[in-house]
Structures are given as C-alpha cells and as structure tokens.
C-alpha cells in the first residue's frame, strides 16, 4: 500500500478516554497519513458513511445504541464497503473471535493499543478487505459469464472424492439442485459406457501433465436420455506434483451434434444420390448406345452392299437401256429410304414388343437373306419360354449383331442360328463357315459389338462364349439362365 495516501478512519467509540488513547495512538503511526472522524453512536456513523468514503472502520463493541457483536453484524450489512477493526475492552479475545467469524477483518484489545501495531491491523484489514472484493467480483463475474454461456460447474476435490457441481450442471443432467449429490460418482455413473474409456484417458493424461482435458461425451440424464456435452477442466498440483483439485465445466451440445450429425447423414445421402444418379445416366447411356449400336449397324451394311448394286448398275449400265437402268437404281434408293425411316421410327423393338420374339428374328433373318448371299439355316425352339422384356431384347439385338459381323466380317456362304431352351439356360448359337479370326484378336478400340452383347448377357447373369481360329468359321454362343429370361409372376 502506498504510504503517501491517506486513510480515511472513522472510530466509532463512546468513552472520550479510550477515543484520546487511540488518537494518540494514531498519531504516532509512521507508515501512512490519516484522517480521523469520530462518532459515539453506531446510527451517527453509518450515517457519516453514506455522506463520505471511508478506508476502515475502528468499531468498539459497546455502545450507546448498540452491543457485542450486534454492532458487528449492523455495520457490516449496512455499510458492507468499509472494512471492519473491532475495538473491544474485554480482556479476552473470543468476542474478537467471533466478530471475525461475523465478517470483522481483526479485532485489537483497546489495553494494548500501540501505534506500530494499530498501523498494521489497519493496513490489514483495508488490503483483506480489497482482496475479498475483488475475489468477490471476480466470482461474480465468472459466475455470470458461466451461467450466460450455460454451463455447468464442477469442482473436484481429489483428496476426499467430493465434487460440486453447480445447480446449471445439475439441469444439463435434467436434475433439481437438490436432487443429486455433490459426488464424483454422480457424473462418472453417468458417463455412457461407449465414452468412458475415451473420458477416462483423457483425465488421466491430464493428471500426468499430458495433455489438457478437454472432451466430448454422453451423460445419462434423470429422462434417462443420453445427452451430448463437452467437458474442459483445469487441474492443480501441489508442491510434490499430486493433483488435489480440478475445476472445470460441461456445456450441452446435443443440438449441435444433432445438427452436424444430421448434416452428415445428408451428405451421405446426397453422395448415395448423386452417385446413384450418375449410376443411372451412365446405364442409360450404355442402353442408347446400345440400341443405335445395334439398328444402325445391320442397316448401314444394307446399305454399304445397296451403294454397291447402284454402283454396278450405274457403271454397266448400256446406253442403250437408259430407262431400266435408272428405275433400278430409283428402286434402291427407295428401298435405302425404306431402310432409314424404319430406324428412324425405331421399328424393330416396336415389331418384336408387337410380334414376340420368335416372328421378330424370322423377320432379321428375312432382312439379312435378301440382301446379302449367305444361306442361313434357323432352329428356333422357344415357344415355352415366356422372355421378359429385357431377356427379349437382347436375344433380338445379340442376333442382329452376331448376323451383322457375319456380313461385315466372315465372307460366309453359310451360317446357322439356333434359339434353344437347354437344361436351365436359353441357348444362342450363331455359327458360320467363314473367315474366322485369330481367337487370341484383340478388337479395336472402337469395336462394340462384342462388348455390347458381352454387357447384355451379363446383365442377365449369362455368358458369351467364342471359337474361332483363321479359315476356320466363328462360334458364338451365348448363355443365359432361365431365371433371368422368364417373366417373373407379377411383372
Ligand atoms: N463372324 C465373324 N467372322 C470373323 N471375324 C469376326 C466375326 N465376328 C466378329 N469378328 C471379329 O471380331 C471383331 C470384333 O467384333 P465387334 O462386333 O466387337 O466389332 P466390329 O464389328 O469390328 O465393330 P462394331 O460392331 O462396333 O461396328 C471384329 O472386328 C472381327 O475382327
Ligand atoms: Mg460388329
């Protein structure tokens, strides 16, 4: 304290005497300067109080309008700013004592008044008195930022196993104030099994100087829900490095782990989507392929071999038989219009959903004889399968390629088709006696037709099979179970 400042005393004494005694006693203090006010009633001073500030009160315990540790008590509660020295005449230190227990700083017996002492009790009481405020502020003042950030308290006595937890704790736990103990067993009972490894470890790193406490877990709350809460704390160590005391705080964030729990699940779900999606596109992206893959493929070698017969008309043609020649060549184009409408208008499927299969290949094979040179024997033996619409499809399609690559790629004179029902499986063989190719031929890189009919059987369940060999012939055949083909009761 700076002794350059001076204190502002007021003495509440009656007896004139005793008053002079530690006037005297005042006025011989060294350590700072001072200004005395006197009053000899209790109401007298607490009025004084109110008018002007004062650094300590000197109280004697008896006087006009109060007694013993009354004068104390009343002092304190009306003027709770001005910290308290009680005077007492009695040769016996209990009633200072007790006035201490009642909020007084000291207490000095007036037959031993001296200045140093005086001096210094003075000095006391002000410096406790400060502390005790500021300490009381700096209480309140965590309390109100706890209890605006809604957290619970808990202080851990690590000796004894008593922990306080404050009335906010209790409530996160859905608990009155008064209905769960101040115990450490009250929260590690409460701690869900699944968390209580991960709290555990966390306190113990922390005891050891490991690391600080700080962590996220459910609690078992009176509904008997479990709510989410994090956890910070603080230990203290004393001079032998034992931990005796750990103060911390718990803030419920079972909304937040709800909302970025559910945020999560979204995202998830939005991923699923989205791939699923892109799932999709990609499938129907394939099945188009697919589809123009297959109906265009046969009609351009149509109308390759149809460009050649004009080509051949137009170059024999006699100048003698000009008309003929041109109605011929009029007749093609026509027929190669015919060709592209009928793609055009998506005919095929259209014909094989109206005809059923077996009448929609005898047309293929009708469409492949007529304009290309190859005889083409059929056994087609599928009347007791009921196809699907999938099934359906890509038996059409399979033979449509396999007819396709026998134009394009075999120079066969003869190629023969079966449809057949064997054992669990539907059967498609395309066998011709061409070219052939080497077996181990890899495709070109735009080569589809294949790999279409290898994608249709196997999304089916069913496989491809080829033998072929150089001047040899090429086997195809396809296999695709019967569970897979046939319409399933309900579709
Ligand atoms: N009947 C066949 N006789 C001889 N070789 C064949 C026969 N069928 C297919 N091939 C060979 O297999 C290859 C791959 O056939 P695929 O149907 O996959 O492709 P592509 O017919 O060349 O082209 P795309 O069908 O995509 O128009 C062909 O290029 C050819 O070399
Ligand atoms: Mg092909």
């Known amino acids: 304290m700076s002794t350059s400042k001076e204190i502002r005393i007021l003495l509440l004494e009656d007896s004139i005497s005793d008053a002079l005694l530690i006037e005297m006693a005042l006025a011989d203090v060294v350590e700072f300067e001072h200004r005395l006010v006197r009053s000899e009633r209790l109401s007298d001073g607490l009025a004084r109080t109110q008018s002007m500030r004062f650094d300590v009160v000197l109280l004697d315990l008896g006087l006009p309008d109060a007694q013993g540790l009354d004068t104390v008590r009343t002092f304190i509660r009306l003027s709770p700013d001005v910290p308290v020295l009680v005077l007492t005449g009695l040769d016996d230190a209990s009633i200072g004592l007790l006035a201490i227990q009642e909020g007084a700083q000291d207490y000095l017996l007036k ?50 196993g008593a922990m306080y937890l404050s009335s906010c704790f209790k409530e996160i736990m859905g608990y009155e104030d008064s209905e769960l103990p101040n115990e450490a067993r009250v929260l590690r009972d409460a701690i869900h099994p699944d968390d209580a490894d991960r709290v555990f470890t966390s306190l113990k790193a922390h005891l050891e100087h490991k690391g600080a406490y700080d962590v996220e877990y459910r609690v078992r709350t009176k509904s008997p829900d479990f709510r989410w809460v994090q956890s910070r704390g603080q230990a203290l160590w004393d001079d032998s490095d034992q931990p005796y005391r750990m103060v911390g ?125 190859v005889q083409v024997v059929r056994r087609i033996d599928v009347d007791n399968i009921d196809f699907n619409h999938e099934a359906g499809t890509a038996v059409f399609r399979i033979v449509q390629e396999a007819l396709t690559n026998v134009a394009r790629h ?58 072929t060999a150089p001047n040899q012939g090429f086997a195809l055949t396809v296999t695709l179970p019967l569970a897979a083909v046939e319409t399933r009761e309900g579709e």
């Open 111 to 160: 037959k031993d008044i001296h200045a140093s002492e005086l001096g210094r009790a003075i000095r006391y009481a002000i410096e406790r008195h400060c502390i005790a405020a500021a300490l009381r502020a700096s209480e309140e003042r965590f309390q109100l930022a706890v209890t605006g950030a809604t957290a619970g308290l808990w202080d851990w006595n690590l000796q004894t």
């Open 410 to 467: 075999s120079g066969a004179t003869s190629v023969t088709l079966e449809i057949v029902c064997e054992e669990t499986n539907c059967i498609v063989r395309v066998v011709d006696n061409g070219s052939g190719c080497p077996s181990d031929a890899r495709p070109n890189a735009n080569a589809f037709g294949l790999l279409g009919m290898r994608e249709r059987a196997a999304r089916l369940g069913g496989a491809i099979r080829i033998q």
């Open 249 to 373: 705080w718990i803030i419920d964030i079972t909304d937040r782990k709800r909302a970025s729990e559910a945020l999560r699940e979204s995202r998830e779900e939005l991923q699923r989507l989205s791939a699923n999606i892109q799932h999709v596109r990609e499938e129907e992206k394939n099945r188009i392929a697919r589809e123009l893959h297959d109906d265009l493929g046969q009609q351009l070698v149509t109308l390759k071999v149809e460009a050649a017969k004009i080509e051949d008309h137009l170059m024999s043609a006699e100048t003698t038989a000009p008309v003929a020649t041109l109605r011929k060549v009029y007749s093609l184009i026509d027929q190669v219009i015919g060709s592209v409408r009928r793609i055009a208008a998506g005919l095929r499927p259209t014909m094989l959903d109206d005809l059923g299969l077996t009448p929609a290949v005898d047309w293929l094979i009708d469409e492949f004889s007529a304009s290309h040179d």
